[in-house]
């Protein structure tokens, strides 16, 4: 891809998040994630030297070798995906900054034991189903609270930081809006236990999520248009 046409498409994200947290306060800080999946390592090098830092992938395998090949530089790397049983461990191993798609208790439950076993921590989000569709994975969002509860409770090395979603997948910007504000309000409702990252917003619908509160924002397509 070219290298110009990268940065303007950075500046423009840039400044449209900006321009959309500064609507809510301008102590609303928003983290943008650049969701590097469609690209190669070369992109999120030239992305690093435009200021960069925190970049996402949503499969274990693309996460460890990008990582590998950018290992020179001081980058955040956030897990995306779904998670297989049988991945859980390679991402362990590959120390994440943050998995975003913890999407249930069970799931939690084996990854606690591998890391007890491994002796290591890992920050986690939990996905909120917050459309209630099929294709998609997370907790519904009536169970959310409770689940996010019991993981606390049940798990002695995973750090819960916060909840993820997709907003609905739909052109209706009103159903859109609502699966954000659904979100929202599950986040609101844990931060007293200790939750501090609300992850919504891609591409087509970021300046929404964070009109309804997101404060970090997982944007690939637009950056790599
Ligand atoms: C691919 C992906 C994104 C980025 O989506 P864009 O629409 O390309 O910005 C964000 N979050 C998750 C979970 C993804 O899989």
């Not at 994200?13 to 500064?22: F, K, Q, S």
């Not at 009103?174 to 990252?197: D, V, W």
């Amino acid at each position: 891809m070219d290298k110009y046409r990268l940065r303007d498409n950075f500046d423009e994200i840039v400044n449209r998040v900006e321009r959309a947290r500064l609507k809510i306060s301008e102590y609303h800080i928003v983290k943008i994630v650049a969701v590097s999946k469609y690209v190669s390592s070369k992109e999120v090098r030239e992305l690093y030297d435009l200021g960069q830092r925190a970049f996402g992938e949503n499969r274990v395998q693309d996460l460890k070798q990008k990582m590998e090949e950018t290992d020179d530089l001081p980058l955040e790397w956030h897990f995306i995906g779904r998670l297989q049983k049988n991945k859980i461990n390679h991402l362990i191993d590959l120390d994440p900054f943050l998995m975003q798609s913890l999407d249930s208790l069970e799931l939690a439950l084996e990854i606690d034991k591998r890391l007890e076993a491994k002796g290591k921590k890992l920050n986690c989000l939990l996905q909120i189903n917050s459309a209630k569709e099929e294709t998609k994975a997370g907790v519904l969002p009536e169970l959310a609270y409770d689940e996010y509860l019991k993981i606390i409770e049940n798990t002695k090395h995973i750090n819960l930081k916060g909840v993820m979603t997709i907003g609905a997948h739909t052109e209706d910007e009103e159903l859109i809006k609502k699966s954000f504000e659904t979100t929202y309000k599950i986040f609101e409702n844990l931060k007293p236990h200790g939750a501090k990252i609300c992850s919504m917003g891609m591409s087509n619908d970021f300046e929404l999520a964070i009109a309804c509160g997101s404060n970090m924002v997982r944007i690939g397509s637009l950056f790599f248009k």
